[in-house]
């Protein structure tokens, strides 16, 4: 009996894997992207026993473009951070599967991959060559928002653990659309022509929701820091069970709209799975309901 549901639980996954594949792939650099040019190792996927999909080894960032059915569409849309703490990407419960479900409510989805600081001998870091991807990312999707039936201004960003730190970075520190971008060193270096259609885009998100996120430090919160959607398990680990609620008293302080929810009983890396039970398998209602009660999604 135990096998039986192991294999359904692993077709389950893979369907979904399946269902991805389905999906458009956007490279965020066509002509390769900036610090990768000698990196030529294939992607990596690995398949854990439970038939989650794991990536690695991303050198050729990406979106993965879930857009909703025209008649269902609402003009928001979400760019989606898997985690796995900057060593890979569980793309599955924390990407493909958010994805879908936003998608099938209306909400055009993003499936981020981007390049792993944390990853054996990567030359890449987090705040530079990672926030990168994210910007560059949200700046492709405004790009092409008409094409994509988005509204520009309702753009935003969810991420997942590591993938959460990510969405705060990208929600503390947006680049205009100058057409240039910032090294690590700060000092500022081409980023394309500035006739660009990308790099002309702001990368700054309407909203960021940030589910068990590690937290950055020393964020800049003020007022213009966009409105923030927090979750996490009570069960977490330190960090993260109490450092949210702190970060969540320290956006009302800057006067920061944000909603908080812990739920008990749980602890990392919930994601959307089907084995979720209790309240936290209404986390996606609840978020879409914040995104509805912040005027984001247009009710048809």
Not at 119 to 128: L, N
Request: aromatic share 6%; charged share 15%; proline share 8%.
């Amino acid at each position: 009996m135990r096998s039986k549901i192991t294999l359904l639980v692993a077709v389950l996954l893979t369907s979904c894997a399946l269902a991805a594949a389905q999906h458009p792939v956007i490279v965020l650099w066509p002509d390769g992207a900036p610090g990768s040019a000698a990196k030529a190792a294939s992607e990596a996927v690995r398949v854990t026993p439970e038939g989650d999909h794991v990536v690695s080894s991303v050198h050729r960032p990406s979106i993965t473009v879930y857009l909703p059915p025209p008649a269902t569409a609402n003009g928001a849309a979400v760019l989606v951070i898997p985690g796995g703490g900057h060593r890979e990407l569980w793309i599955d419960h924390e990407g493909y599967a958010v994805a879908e479900w936003l998608s099938s409510h209306g909400v055009a989805a993003f499936v981020l991959k981007y390049r792993l600081a944390r990853e054996p001998g990567s030359t890449y870091t987090i705040e530079g060559t990672e926030l990168q991807d994210a910007q560059r990312a949200l700046r492709l999707i405004r790009s092409r928002a008409s094409e994509w039936s988005i509204h520009p201004d309702h753009i935003g960003v969810i991420g997942f653990s590591a993938g959460g730190e990510l969405a705060a970075l990208a929600s503390d520190r947006p680049v205009a659309g100058t057409g240039l971008e910032k090294t690590d060193a700060g000092k500022p270096a081409p980023a394309g022509p500035p006739t660009d259609p990308i790099d002309r885009q702001s990368s700054r998100p309407a909203f960021q929701a940030l589910i068990y996120p590690a937290i950055p430090r020393d964020l800049q919160l003020s007022k213009q820091t966009p409105p923030a959607f927090l979750a996490c398990g009570a069960n977490d680990r330190q960090d993260i069970s109490e450092g949210l609620p702190h970060l969540y008293l320290q956006m009302k302080s800057a006067g920061v709209p944000a909603e908080l929810h812990i739920f008990a009983g749980v602890g990392h890396g919930f994601g959307i799975r089907k084995t979720n039970t209790g309240n936290v398998s209404t986390w996606p209602e609840l978020f879409y309901g914040w995104l509805l009660g912040n005027g984001l999604i247009a009710i048809k």
